[in-house]
């Protein structure tokens, strides 16, 4: 079982849904756990960072966290077509660092 | 804050030239920095740490020799591909951490060799 999985994509949706992405992790020792966004051709962007379960909300961005299930999500409200990037998911526990592979979102206007 | 610069954005070279990719830490310090590989449409591919006044430590199937990094400072970290050929061409990013938990990426270089 890998350690993180998340779906490839790509996630199509109109502009103004809600989108809603995920990730799955195996180590209960993971403590940190962050979105990026990667545009094409850029580095990932950081766009949350949480290390307690539950919600945190960020402008149109809400990180979930469930630590007893090993689940985190990524919603984005009011979806723009400047929202159509790569996200990747990303969990740290000590000098380990681990990457989700990436779900590729396309917003359509 | 917590920024992170990488130079050259995009660099084109000949095949078996060498070709230097740097990574800065703007507004803080980094003893260690990450450097990762990104084909197209592929995840990020951690290649090796970077700590600052020793030897990087790289990942299994990484071939030190061709991909020498250097982290001199607290600041910089250098990623020279030796002896590049058109299969090194590639998306190569750098990311440094900080406050211990989250990292920060510069904007990548896109390597092409010809």
């Known amino acids: 079982q890998k350690e993180v999985e998340q779906d490839p994509g790509p996630l199509s949706v109109p502009e103004g849904a809600i989108v809603s992405l995920n990730c799955t992790y195996s180590n209960s020792a993971f403590q940190y756990f962050m979105w990026y966004r990667q545009y094409s051709r850029k580095g990932p962007e950081l766009l949350m960072y949480t290390y307690s379960s539950g919600n945190k909300e960020d402008g149109r961005f809400t990180a979930q966290v469930d630590k007893s299930s090993k689940y985190i999500s990524l919603f984005i409200r009011d979806s723009q077509p400047s929202d159509s990037a790569t996200y990747l998911c990303?969990?740290?526990?000590?000098?380990?660092?681990?990457f989700g592979p990436g779900t590729r979102l396309s917003v359509l206007p | 804050g917590a920024v992170v610069s990488q130079h050259p954005s995009r660099v084109i070279c000949k095949s078996g030239t060498s070709v230097k990719i740097e990574c800065r830490s703007l507004d803080f310090q980094a003893t260690t920095m990450f450097w990762y590989r990104q084909f197209p449409k592929q995840s990020l591919m951690l290649m090796a740490t970077s700590n600052e006044g020793s030897k990087a430590t790289y990942e299994q199937g990484v071939e030190k020799d061709k991909f020498l990094i250097n982290h001199a400072s607290l600041t910089l970290s250098t990623l020279t591909v030796t002896s590049a050929h058109p299969e090194d061409s590639s998306f190569y990013i750098c990311?440094?951490?900080?406050?211990?938990?989250?990292?920060?990426f510069g904007s990548g270089t896109r390597l092409t060799v010809v």
């Open positions: 990311s440094a951490s900080w406050q211990g938990h989250g990292y920060t």
């Open positions: 990303a969990l740290n526990y000590g000098q380990n660092f681990v």
